[in-house]
């Protein structure tokens, strides 16, 4: 009996400090949705699926693995704010304030982010993929050229092609990046661009003595000129060319380094 009463005990008291969290986690849901004024508010895990919060004052909340898929977020303040793990898909975060903020995880996909502050944004294992107006202050060339694969590998390839133009702007000799613009370029059939690139990235191949780029390169002109041949057989559809340099597409990050 008393080995009961002991588990008893330990039960409740970890489920007391659970049920005053949810407490408090839907106090402070309630008080975000009536003022939008929640600063330092707990709100981890709660669904604000396509919630209007327009402007609303998150400052140093916590939201980690909360769902805001395709909430309005335009000009808030999520300044300090835990958003490691939250489902920010489609999310409109247009001006909003994002300084300082833990993205780790998060899943922005599609997001809305021009105009936003990331200044020292934590975007560690975030998912970017289709972000839209991702702001020109923040990420290094080498960030924009793994946006860019990315990109690449899910068929989107302008998309692609804008975070690569966005890497060579920081850095005008990374020759990798030339590489996987002269792919996505010759999957929308800009063939001259294509071929302008691979050769761009060879020379630049060489002038750092790497002898699989340069190979590579030459191989990837090969296969350029063989496409734009009529009597190549084609298998028909996006992302064929990537299909025909498989074995090149797969070593594109490993290029960069």
Do not use: W
Request: net charge neutral; charged share 15%; aromatic share 6%.
């Amino acid at each position: 009996m008393k080995l009961r009463i002991l588990a008893a005990a330990t039960l409740l008291s970890t489920i007391a400090p659970m049920s005053a969290a949810s407490a408090e986690n839907i106090q402070h849901t309630q008080q975000l949705l009536a003022t939008r004024q929640c600063s330092n508010c707990e709100l981890s895990g709660v669904g604000l699926v396509l919630a209007n919060l327009t402007g609303a004052n998150l400052k140093g909340a916590n939201l980690s693995g909360a769902n805001l898929s395709r909430a309005n977020l335009s000009g808030a303040d999520l300044s300090g704010a835990n958003l490691s793990g939250t489902s920010l898909f489609g999310v409109n975060l247009t001006g909003a304030n994002l300084s300082g903020a833990n993205l780790n995880g998060a899943d922005l996909r599609n997001a809305y982010l021009s105009d936003a502050n990331l200044v020292n944004a934590d975007l560690t294992n975030a998912q970017l993929l289709g972000v839209r107006g991702m702001p020109t202050n923040i990420g290094t060339a080498e960030d924009f050229y793994r946006l860019g694969v990315i990109e690449a590998q899910a068929g989107n390839y302008r998309n692609a092609i804008d975070y690569y133009d966005r890497a060579l702007n920081q850095k005008p000799d990374l020759a990798a990046v030339y590489f996987a613009r002269s792919m996505s370029r010759a999957d929308l059939g800009d063939f001259a661009g294509a071929t302008q690139d691979a050769g761009r990235a060879n020379e630049l191949f060489a002038t750092q003595g790497n002898a699989q780029g340069q190979q590579l390169s030459k191989q990837l002109t090969e296969a350029i000129v063989a496409r734009q041949k009529p009597t190549e057989p084609r298998t028909g559809g996006s992302g064929n060319f990537m299909s025909v340099l498989g074995s090149l597409s797969s070593v594109l990050l490993k290029l960069l380094f």
